[in-house]
T-cell receptor, first 114, second 111 residues
Framework: KAGVTQTPRYLIKTRGQQVTLSCSPI?????VSWYQQTPGQGLQFLFE???????NKGNFPGRFSGRQFSNSRSEMNVSTLELGDSALYLC?????????????FGSGTRLTVV | DAKTTQPPSMDCAEGRAANLPCNHS???????VYWYRQIHSQGPQYIIH???NNETNEMASLIITEDRKSSTLILPHATLRDTAVYYC????????????FGDGTTLTVKP
């Protein structure tokens, strides 16, 4: 079956702009999580959505937001981009309430802010 | 989520077993141990998880000590493609979606 699909794979933006990243989870998965990965901070949790509701949120400023649609697809948005937002953004999906499943990650979107 | 401690790096000879340790001395009774790995420039890949019993799947085995304060991931016959960063995560399953990834262990499999 198809894995987690993230688009676009690469993106270059300038400071001050905004960006929207997309994630299509595995069919049937209702939980979608977003992570930011940078060389200095490692993998950091951004937020998690389940059934169109944000269920968990990490320690990121309000410039980072997200949403989930009825088909479980999710988007995250970063407004007023800063150089420090350059990172690999990873999306992961999972069946909810199933202790026998881990998370399946996508290949990520590499965002470069110049 | 409980904090985990892993060695920063390990080497393993190709074909030999790779044993990756993880300490989680503050683990709570309802927290699971999960292992993921990340091969360069790819998203993390789920390997295995367990609560208190040892677990085995097609990729690896997970040994959890009786007091659950530490665990070991075993790759029985390491190959060059197993070179990756391995993350040990402890979390309550009902809080799925918010995992705290530490620095992990960089495993280098050498020919």
């Amino acid at each position: 079956k198809a894995g987690v699909t993230q688009t676009p794979r690469y993106l270059i933006k300038t400071r001050g702009q905004q960006v929207t990243l997309s994630c299509s989870p595995i069919s049937g998965h209702r939980s979608v999580s977003w992570y930011q990965q940078t060389p200095g901070q490692g993998l950091q949790f951004l937020f998690e959505y389940f059934s169109e509701t944000q269920r968990n949120k990490g320690n990121f400023p309000g410039r980072f937001s997200g949403r989930q649609f009825s088909n479980s697809r999710s988007e995250m948005n970063v407004s007023t981009l800063e150089l420090g937002d350059s990172a690999l953004y990873l999306c992961a999906s999972s069946l909810q309430g199933e202790p026998n499943y881990g998370y399946t990650f996508g290949s990520g979107t590499r965002l470069t802010v110049v | 989520d409980a904090k985990t401690t892993q060695p920063p790096s390990m080497d393993c000879a190709e074909g030999r077993a790779a044993n990756l340790p993880c300490n989680h001395s503050t683990i709570s009774g309802n927290e699971y141990v999960y292992w993921y790995r990340q091969i360069h420039s790819q998203g993390p890949q789920y390997i295995i998880h367990g609560l208190k019993n040892n677990e085995t799947n097609e990729m690896a085995s997970l040994i959890i000590t009786e007091d659950r304060k530490s665990s070991t991931l075993i790759l029985p016959h390491a190959t060059l493609r197993d070179t990756a960063v391995y993350y040990c995560i402890v979390r309550v399953n009902t809080n799925a979606g918010k995992s705290t990834f530490g620095d992990g262990t960089t495993l280098t499999v050498k020919p």
